[in-house]
């Protein structure tokens, strides 16, 4: 999907809406109440009824649109403007592009729309070879809040960054390298191993292999998954053993910083989700639209 062919496709807000039908009615519309999967649909009134129970379920109720009234076209439109563009979109820009009168409200989409991103993303567990390490990330401190004196690290949010890698081997020249699949970042409310074990436990697959520094916040990982290999910490081992989970790091920390300029703390997860997101369907070119609507159109009850 591209601009032009979105302008095509959805026209008016009866498309949309009916676009977004289709696309629950793929994933299975079920019950809120009687948790069936068996629904009539009630053309006039754009709701389910469950043959169970005849409990209704509107188009919205169960997404992340559901609290909301803007309609359906809105939507689109800035889930079609955050897929086109590959680093992302400020919101204030968002609202330039869609003449609309009220930042709040667009901010408040974009919000729901990555935490819709993340909540995908956080269907799967990475496995295999896994690389794991903490970025640093720069955070805006909320007003009224007295930093400590010498305690620069308060301005900072950990946040724990994973990278599925597969070693690969090139048969002419015998050189080996590494080729990554998917990443996950997770702020950590702090570097205590109770929290990196907590990221640890939601995020990578029991039967992965894990690769990180020796920090004694890190103990813990080997029994947490199959193999757990550290290594002292040098530049060396950063480029052989988590190459990429620092150029993650490093392109992350540049995308957020280029368009956001300062996050507050509060929303860094929501920025990571799309970052990853993205990142992790770095391959699917314009398909990327219609992922996100059936990201968006998911129900979590
Ligand atoms: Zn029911």
């Known amino acids: 999907m591209n601009l032009l ?6 026209p008016d807000e009866s498309a949309c809406k009916e ?3 289709l696309q629950r009615e793929s994933e299975g519309i079920i019950c809120k109440k009687c948790k069936s999967d068996k629904h009539y649909w009630l053309k006039g009134k754009w709701q389910w009824q469950c043959a169970a129970c005849d409990f209704r379920t509107t188009l919205r109720s169960g997404t992340i649109m559901e609290s909301g009234k803007l309609p359906f076209r809105k939507w689109y439109l800035v889930m079609a403007f955050m897929s086109f563009s590959k680093k992302g979109i400020s919101a204030k820009e968002m609202q330039r592009q869609l003449g609309h009168s009220r930042y709040e409200s667009i901010w408040s989409m974009m919000h729901r729309v990555r935490d819709a991103m993340g909540k995908r993303d956080d269907l799967y567990k990475l496995d ?15 007003r009224g809040i007295k930093l400590k004196r010498g305690k620069g690290s308060q301005k900072q949010k950990n946040v724990a960054v994973m990278a599925e890698s597969t070693p690969l ?5 015998g050189k080996k390298s590494k080729q990554c ?20 436990n939601d995020n990578i697959d029991f039967n992965s292999v894990v690769f990180s520094d020796c920090s ?14 550290s290594e ?10 988590l190459p990429w989970v620092h150029i993650a790091i490093t392109n ?9 300029h300062k996050v507050k703390g509060a929303y860094l997860q929501n920025y990571l989700n799309e970052f990853c997101y993205k990142l992790n369907r770095r391959y699917f070119g314009e398909r990327l639209f219609d992922r996100l609507v059936l990201a968006v159109a998911k129900i979590y009850w």
């Not at 004694?216 to 290999?229: E, G, N, Q, T, W």
């Open 5 to 10: 062919e979105f302008i095509s496709k959805f």
């Open 19 to 21: 676009h977004f039908r």
């Open 128 to 142: 295999g070879m896994v690389e794991f390490d903490e970025g640093y990330f720069d955070h805006n401190v909320p």
């Open 169 to 173: 081997e090139d048969i002419k020249t």
């Open 181 to 200: 699949r998917y990443f996950k970042m997770k702020v950590l409310h702090s570097h205590k191993e109770e929290f990196v074990n907590q990221v640890v």
């Open 216 to 229: 004694l916040s890190y103990l813990a990982i080997s029994d947490l998954v199959d193999v757990h290999v």
């Open 232 to 241: 002292e910490s040098n530049p060396n081992s950063v480029k052989n053993t």
């Open 252 to 260: 992350a920390k540049r995308t957020l910083l280029g368009i956001y």
